[in-house]
DNA sequence: TATTGTTATACTCTATAACTATA
DNA sequence: TATAGTTATAGAGTATAACAATA
């Protein structure tokens, strides 16, 4: 019983180098990130979360409910409440489209995509900070190792 | 009206390339990491924000909670009562030391070490994974180049 | 029977603000 | 008065499971 109080501390002092661990950076970054973005959005009405889905929807649309949870990482009900919030507030619209009719197709209106474009500035903004001192070689390079930490996260 | 179901879709397609912005990059990877890390270590009987703590010990003991919130990144409140239980829970200990009888210490027990030690391996196989295909170079700049992003996040 | 999406529940996290105690 | 930490409350996210409708 090597491990108390007072005296011996080296087993927590002996290995675990958190600063250079990668989900604890990976956290960090992210958690800096969202904390800002959640403070400045709230200021045009829009939470991260709701942003989120615009972002997603500005990107590629209709989706189906499932398809946005995957491209948001939004847990499914959650989403499914949170896109009930946004057709409540007029920024989406559900429908559902022919071919499966258990499908539903999530859509901006007209309204959505005004406040989404709206909210591309401050994004470009953020991407803009983040990457400040980076080379375009070494942001492209930053991104894809991003994108293939992602895909090897899979395996787990 | 450009922009509604059928016809004109081009102001969501114009501009927008979400697969390619690093705020949802980034929290795209920590968000499965995230969910990877929930289900494994629950099973150890540890919530993720838990287990934050616990590496945040690890490395570095004993911390104020104001030094514990800013390095988990936890909010103030949540880490109170976090803490709480986790206190109840045996794993660490609150206790007001010496110069300042404002902070609190926060420390380990010795079954929060056990507990923390023990999570170790599973870290490691985290890391790994997470940087599989890497080569060690990559994985250094990659690390440093999320400590910059980090850090060019404070002038937000 | 399997899949898509919704709803219910209980728990946790977050944000704000009010509070205690030290300084 | 300012700071460190706690507590209260309300709103939002998450996990599980149950459910409806469709396939």
Same mark, same amino acid.
């Given at each position: 019983m090597a491990v108390t109080g007072d005296c011996a501390r080296e087993p927590a002092a %002996?290995?675990?180098d958190l600063a250079n661990f990668l989900p604890y950076l990976l956290n960090r970054a992210g958690a800096r990130l969202a904390i800002a973005w959640t403070q400045e959005s709230r200021q045009l009405g829009v939470a991260l979360q709701e942003w989120r889905v615009l972002a997603a929807l500005l990107s590629r649309?209709?989706? !189906?409910m499932s398809e946005l949870a995957a491209m948001t990482t939004i847990d499914r009900t959650t989403l499914s409440r949170l896109v009930s919030r946004m057709e409540e507030n007029g920024l989406v619209s559900r429908g559902r489209s022919? %071919?499966?009719? !258990?499908e539903v197709q999530i859509e901006l209106t007209e309204k959505g995509v005004k406040v989404g474009n709206g909210m591309l500035p401050l994004a470009g903004r953020y991407e803009n900070t983040a990457l400040e001192g980076f080379t375009p070689a070494e942001a492209r390079a930053f991104k894809d190792m991003l994108k293939r930490v992602f895909d090897n996260l899979d395996r787990l």
């Open positions: %002996e290995m675990f649309q209709p989706q !189906r022919g %071919e499966d009719g !258990r």
